[in-house]
């Protein structure tokens, strides 16, 4: 039956782990932050989806808000940018495959970015694969 398709406006969840330097003579400790982004780059620019720009494999997402450290201050500033990285095997929106529901997405991490997001899309486009 297929998955929402992604577009413009859909939200990318995860969570993130980012080390943080607390002050004073300690070691930096992970911590647990939100990722909340919103599918805003890299789109089509000739493919809608419900009026739309359509999101493929490469589309980005920025969290908002950004990340804040708890305490002290970050190792690695976040980029706040998560990125799609696998979509659709069958359906290609300008010769990338296309994003839908559940993809996964690359976001900020330390000490490297990992793929701990995921796009939640909803509407009536579905795509397949």
């Known amino acids: 039956m297929g998955k929402p398709a992604a577009k413009l406006g859909d939200r990318v969840t ?10 004073g003579p300690v070691q930096p400790s992970p911590v647990p932050l939100p990722f909340n982004g919103t599918l805003l780059g890299q789109l089509s620019r000739t493919v809608r989806i419900e009026s739309r720009p359509a999101a ?13 450290p708890p305490v002290g201050t970050f190792v690695k500033p976040p980029t706040n940018e ?13 010769g990338k495959p296309a994003a839908r529901a ?10 490297v970015d990992l793929p701990v997001g995921r796009v939640q899309a909803e509407g009536t486009v579905r795509i397949g694969g």
């Open 102 to 111: 559940g993809d996964p997405v690359l976001t900020c991490n330390d000490p």
């Open 14 to 23: 995860g969570t993130d782990t980012h080390l943080v330097q607390p002050p």
């Open 82 to 94: 998560g990125r799609v990285m696998l979509g659709s095997l069958t359906v290609r929106i300008n």
């Open 56 to 68: 493929t494999v490469g589309s980005t997402a920025t969290n908002l808000p950004p990340h804040i």
